[in-house]
């Protein structure tokens, strides 16, 4: 039921490692035409570009501070003059920036969160819906937000900013959903759990992890692979074609509700 999938345009932020790099490969295996974004990094994207090209796929790589004016725009732009539409948008690029405790947040640190995981997102996905309403016939597209279980449970300590961050993306995914859906554009959101990938190398410590395992149901942390499955059945139609404005919890049961 993924083949229609294949052809079709993606535009993957923060699309050449972890979850974003998994995504990309395995819009690549349905033979999708991915834009694969980075900010540093150029090695694995390439690495991406080509292991999709080996798929039957196509891409392109783009090289963006996503936070920078101008440059979600410029990336949907990009994707469409390379491709000539857009229909499938990730929104990965995010991240903690450092784990900071309330006492030690100054508004320096709080823009830097803002600008990475909700300005950005938001640039991406007016962009999108304005290239998404092009396709014909009557307009339709999906635009993937990625949150994080930490939007449910608040993260750890220092990641309060982040944590807030990711709540808004949940929200506005809904609320953007009911926007959107006469333009027959779906948008969810897959909110992964403990995943580990390079995030966690930066800012959690063995033990952390090691407790972490052991409150799983399913006894492991996730890797970056357990989040694209969720990608390709929002991305398609055929799989998800009335589904919308859900956030889909993925953390082999360290969440339920």
Same mark, same amino acid.
């Given at each position: 039921?993924? /083949?229609?999938?294949?052809?079709?345009?993606?535009?993957?932020?923060?699309?050449?490692?972890? %979850?974003?790099?998994?995504?990309?490969?395995?819009?690549?295996?349905?033979?999708?035409?991915?834009?694969?974004?980075?900010?540093?990094?150029?090695?694995?994207?390439?690495? %991406?570009?080509?292991?999709?090209?080996?798929?039957?796929?196509?891409?392109?790589?783009?090289?963006?501070?996503?936070?920078?004016?101008?440059?979600?725009?410029?990336?949907?732009?990009?994707?469409? =003059?390379?491709?000539?539409?857009?229909?499938?948008?990730?929104?990965?690029?995010?991240?903690?920036?450092?784990?900071?405790?309330?006492?030690?947040?100054?508004?320096?640190?709080?823009?830097?969160?803002?600008?990475?995981?909700?300005?950005?997102?938001?640039?991406?996905?007016?962009?999108? =819906?304005?290239?998404?309403?092009?396709?014909?016939?009557?307009?339709?597209?999906? %635009?993937?937000?990625?949150?994080?279980?930490?939007?449910?449970?608040?993260?750890?300590?220092?990641?309060?900013?982040?944590?807030?961050?990711?709540?808004?993306?949940?929200?506005?995914?809904?609320?953007?959903?009911?926007?959107?859906?006469?333009?027959?554009?779906?948008?969810?959101?897959?909110?992964?759990?403990?995943?580990?990938?390079?995030?966690?190398?930066?800012?959690?410590?063995?033990?952390?992890?090691?407790?972490?395992?052991?409150?799983?149901?399913?006894?492991?942390?996730?890797?970056?692979?357990?989040?694209?499955?969720?990608?390709?059945?929002?991305?398609?139609?055929?799989?998800?074609?009335?589904?919308?404005?859900?956030? %889909? /919890?993925?953390?082999?049961?360290?969440?339920?509700?």
């Amino acid at each position: 039921m993924l /083949e229609d999938l294949a052809g079709r345009v993606a535009l993957v932020t923060g699309g050449a490692t972890g %979850i974003g790099g998994a995504i990309s490969r395995a819009f690549g295996q349905a033979r999708m035409k991915v834009a694969v974004h980075y900010m540093a990094g150029k090695d694995e994207a390439e690495t %991406i570009a080509d292991a999709i090209r080996a798929s039957g796929g196509e891409a392109l790589v783009l090289q963006r501070d996503i936070t920078r004016p101008g440059a979600a725009e410029a990336l949907v732009a990009d994707t469409v =003059a390379r491709f000539g539409r857009l229909d499938v948008l990730v929104n990965n690029a995010g991240g903690l920036v450092a784990r900071t405790l309330l006492s030690e947040v100054d508004d320096g640190f709080y823009d830097r969160v803002m600008d990475l995981n909700v300005r950005s997102l938001v640039h991406a996905s007016q962009a999108a =819906a304005a290239a998404m309403r092009q396709n014909s016939p009557g307009g339709g597209g999906s %635009i993937i937000n990625v949150s994080s279980i930490s939007a449910r449970t608040g993260g750890s300590p220092g990641s309060s900013i982040y944590s807030g961050a990711k709540a808004f993306v949940s929200t506005f995914t809904r609320s953007l959903a009911r926007e959107l859906a006469p333009d027959h554009i779906r948008v969810n959101a897959l909110s992964p759990g403990t995943i580990a990938t390079a995030f966690h190398e930066r800012h959690s410590t063995p033990d952390k992890l090691e407790a972490t395992r052991r409150t799983i149901p399913l006894g492991r942390l996730g890797v970056a692979e357990d989040c694209a499955g969720t990608a390709l059945y929002l991305a398609s139609n055929a799989m998800s074609g009335y589904v919308t404005g859900q956030v %889909i /919890e993925v953390n082999g049961g360290q969440f339920m509700g």
